[in-house]
């Protein structure tokens, strides 16, 4: 489809952090070493669980996907980001505007059906360990895994055919450091009902409601039956395998229903733009951290991983 074509204007504005025209550099500076940091430490991730045999479980499986969803989630973002703090240049076409809210969208949808998955994942391994393992065999892994992503380009997808409909007839400038669809919306000419409403069901009812529903529900099952541990220190192992992934999900729904639930206020333009920030940016960098120094199982495999090239150099080293 041309999008281009049915516009009547061929670019926006990304005004993005221009009210801090003094720390473009610095800024610069801050989101790469972001931007790398968050795709060296999911691809570590990704490489320890498809290396180790002891990571092969549903839970790492799980995680491996989650880190290669973060690596391509803040891809849609920051290069972008970073040619505009570096070159000063914040303009993008409509279609490539469009093009980036449709994968960003799609792996933040993708995100949430992704986090319910490894909710019901823990579901099955505390409530019902006996039966975990054929329950959770590979195929089924494999058939949630597509799942998760699937239903979000289905529900995304839907919705960017229609915004594709739309024409902008300016103003062009968009008070955002990416095309987020609130502020897409707001800078078309024509009736904009349906596809408010289309947003509000697709990202509150579809996506959140739906994946947060599956959580709680997952959450509730949990803590009922960790609470009926008799041994203290069994309780604190069985919540211990959860607490990496509380922690994500309370970033990553409390994020979200700030931004796509919540009444919107016109002042709070600069509050939102933070969250989408501690969301879009801050959280993909912060997961490997959270499941990794919280999982002793992870950091002994990282450690053995590092041992044992270490000793692959010191061999090549002393054939020579």
Known sequence: MDWGNQTAIKEFILLGFGDLPDMQILL?????????????????????VVVDQHL???????????????????????????VSLLTGDKSISVNGC????YFFAVLAATECYLLAVMSYDRYLAICKPLHYSTL?????????????????????TIFILFMSQFIFCGPNEIDHFFCDPISLIKLSCGDTGL?????????????????????????????ATIIRILSAKERSKAFSTCSSHITVLSIVFGSCIFMYVR???????????????????ITPMLNPFIYSLRNKQV??????????????????????
Not at 136 to 156: D, K, P, V
Not at 300 to 312: A, G, H, N, S, W
């Open 28 to 48: 610069f500076l801050l989101f790469l070493v972001i931007y790398i940091t968050t795709v060296v430490g999911n691809s570590l991730i990704i490489v320890l």
């Open 195 to 223: 596809i408010i409403l289309l947003d509000f069901i697709l990202a509150s009812a579809v996506v959140l409601l739906g994946s947060w529903a599956i959580t709680a529900v997952s959450y509730f099952y949990i803590v």
């Open 263 to 281: 009444p919107k206020q016109r002042d709070g333009l600069d509050i939102t733009k933070g969250v989408a920030n501690l969301n879009t940016v």
């Open 56 to 82: 092969h479980t549903p839970m790492y499986f799980f995680l491996g996907n989650l880190s290669c969803l973060e690596i391509c989630y803040t891809s849609t973002i920051l290069p972008r980001i970073l």
């Open 98 to 101: 469009i093009t980036q809210l």
């Open 136 to 156: 959770m065999n590979t195929r089924f892994c494999l058939q949630l895994a597509a799942g998760t992503w699937l239903n979000g380009f289905l529900a995304i």
């Open 299 to 320: 950091i002994q495999v990282f450690k053995d991983t590092l041992f044992l090239l270490l000793l692959r150099v010191l061999s090549t080293q002393s054939s020579w």
